[in-house]
């Protein structure tokens, strides 16, 4: 078993299943199950004033050329805040590494909480793929925009404006 202690930064992961078969000095076969742990700074799984830590169970397999995957999944999402200006609904979840640098990436519905924006944008925005690096750096698939489903019309005195996508 693992820790399932909160991270101070970044994330934890902690394992209650952890089995490798080897053959000639080469993984052949894994399963390992265990949870991974979101820091509280960034993400809260209520809004009260006790932060709640974000859990989420995982599953991963390493595979013969070294390379690995680790990945979840919740048909209803699993709900976390990053402060109190979007709420996370994620279905989907992998954690990477590329260069010298780990991530976490997710398939997701993205809600503004803001009160001045999502009076504009008040349904969630379905999200393809947000990664979120460990030094805390956000990024969206294909760049640092969202394409909306469907346009949303802004009023804005007497002109009317169409949001159809958002840029970060």
């Known amino acids: 078993g693992g ?10 992961v902690g394992f209650k299943n952890f089995e490798l078969v080897f053959q000639q000095n080469s993984i052949v076969e894994s399963t390992i199950e265990g949870s991974i742990t979101l820091p509280t700074q960034i ?6 004033g006790t932060p709640v830590p974000v859990k ?8 013969e050329d070294g390379d690995f995957s680790i990945t979840a999944s919740n048909d209803s999402g699993v709900s976390a805040k990053i402060k ?5 609904i994620m ?20 809600k503004i909480l803001d009160s001045t924006i999502s009076q504009y944008i008040p349904d969630p925005i379905q999200i393809k793929r947000l990664r ?7 990024e969206f698939s294909g760049g640092g925009s969202i394409v909306l489903p469907e346009p949303k019309s802004l009023k804005i005195g007497p002109a009317e404006i169409s949001v159809t996508a958002l840029h970060i």
């Open 91 to 110: 279905y989907e979840l992998e954690v990477g590494r590329e260069g010298d640098e780990f991530y976490l990436e997710t398939k997701a519905d993205l």
């Open 3 to 12: 820790s399932d202690t909160e991270p101070e930064k970044g994330f934890s």
């Open 43 to 48: 993400f809260r799984a209520n809004n009260t």
């Open 56 to 63: 989420i169970d995982i599953l991963a397999h390493f595979f």
């Open 84 to 88: 109190d200006v979007l709420e996370i």
């Open 132 to 138: 979120i690096w460990d030094d805390g750096k956000i």
